[in-house]
């Protein structure tokens, strides 16, 4: 059973600090990672991509994959209230197909 | 650019009926997966159709089913609706070829009664 690891929360950060979410798999042979964020009565919003190890930045966000130890984090820098969200990490052992595995979600708030 | 368009929003059925609901992905791209999200078990996946073909399949009994037709569109059907399969289910596009991002549409909210 593939499974996808997250803290479910919530986090709480106070405004323009710097917010950590980490998710683990089970999957060794897993190859490709995402993160979406998912507001209440929403839908997934796709954040990140990372496909190799290392760090992958894009704006306040830093996603920082190490397939040796199974994990995978995002990283909100100068987090703010409209970040306030749970957070999903999903994983695919497949280059090609998009049969994803999701974590379960880390709610986050950011405090005023 | 157009996004990934779900119909209906809301449905409500009853036990026992059928369901049909509709996904339009993101022009040129040829993959839908369907997933079931639910606050007990999150995000599940049903199944991903690429170039008309069923391409992978998740763990949901055989009510579940669906299809893609030559335009990428796609339609997912449950028959014999139980009370579990209230949920929001959601598809998602992407070009399906290496490594690409999948995209959400905004999801169907069925409701079995």
């Known amino acids: ?6 803290n479910s929360g919530p986090l709480s950060v106070p405004e323009g600090a710097i917010a950590s979410l980490n998710c683990t798999y089970s999957d060794r042979g897993s190859q490709s990672f995402f993160w979406y964020r998912q507001y209440s009565g929403k839908s997934p919003e796709l954040i990140m991509s990372i496909y190799s190890n290392g760090d992958k930045e894009d704006g306040r966000f830093t996603a920082q994959l190490n397939k040796a130890s199974q994990y995978v984090s995002l990283l909100i820098r100068d987090s703010q209230p ?14 090609y197909g998009q049969n994803f595995v999701f974590g379960p979600g880390t709610r986050l708030s950011v405090l005023p | 650019k157009a996004g990934v368009t779900q119909t209906p929003r809301y449905l409500i059925k009853t ?8 996904c339009s992905p993101i022009s040129g791209h040829r993959s839908v997966s369907w997933y079931q999200q639910t606050p007990g ?12 073909t069923q391409r992978n399949k998740g763990n949901f009994p055989g009510r579940f089913s669906g299809r893609q037709f030559s335009n990428s569109r796609s339609e997912m059907n449950v028959s014999t609706l139980e009370l579990g399969d209230s949920a929001l289910y959601l598809c998602a596009s992407s070009k399906g ?8 549409g905004q999801g169907t909210r069925l409701t079995v009664v």
């Open chain 2, 97 to 104: 070829t290496s490594n690409t991002e999948a995209f959400f």
């Open chain 2, 41 to 52: 078990q999150g995000l599940q996946f049903l199944f991903e159709y690429f170039s008309e």
């Open chain 1, 82 to 95: 409209s970040d306030s969200a749970t957070y999903l990490c999903a994983v695919t052992a497949d280059n």
């Open chain 2, 15 to 22: 036990r026992g009926q059928q369901v049909t609901l509709s």
């Open chain 1, 1 to 6: 059973q593939k499974e996808v690891e997250q």
